[in-house]
C-alpha cells in the first residue's frame, strides 16, 4: 500500500522554525515530485513548495526565504523547513506525491497541524 505521512507539526511562537516530515511507505520517493500545501480554516488549498525528482525546487512568494525544502533519499522522506514562522502560516499542511511538479498530485498525506501563535 502505497502511503504518505507526515509529522513534525505543533504549536509554535511567531519567529520561531519547525521541521515537517513527509515519509513514504510502500513506494521510493527520489523518483517522485513531492509538494507542500497547506490549507488555513476557511481558505482554499495552497501550494507551499515543491521538489522535482532531480531536487530542482519551487516556493510560493509568501514563504521564499523562510522555507526550504530538502530530500533525504536514504530515509525515503522529505522535509520542509520552516523559519520565521507568522500567524498566516497556521494551516494543515499535507505533503503529496506525483511525477512532475504541477502535476495532478496522485497521493497524499493525511496532513499535520502546524499553529503559529502566542
Known amino acids: 500500500q502505497l502511503q504518505l505521512v507526515e509529522s513534525g507539526g505543533g504549536l509554535v511562537q511567531p519567529g520561531g522554525s519547525l521541521r515537517l516530515s513527509c515519509a513514504g511507505s510502500?513506494?521510493?520517493?527520489?523518483?517522485?515530485?513531492i509538494g507542500w500545501f497547506r490549507q488555513a480554516p476557511g481558505r482554499e488549498l495552497e501550494g507551499v513548495s515543491c521538489?522535482?525528482?532531480?531536487?530542482?525546487?519551487y516556493y510560493a512568494d509568501s514563504v521564499k526565504g523562510r522555507f526550504t525544502i530538502s530530500r533525504e533519499n536514504a530515509k525515503n522522506t522529505v522535509y520542509l523547513e520552516m523559519d520565521s514562522l507568522s500567524p498566516e502560516d497556521t494551516g494543515v499542511y499535507y505533503c503529496a506525491a506525483d511525477a512532475y511538479c504541477g502535476s495532478g498530485w496522485h497521493y497524499w498525506g493525511q496532513g499535520t497541524q502546524v499553529t503559529v501563535s502566542s
Open positions: 510502500g513506494f521510493t520517493l527520489d523518483v517522485y515530485a
Open positions: 521538489i522535482s525528482s532531480n531536487t530542482s525546487t
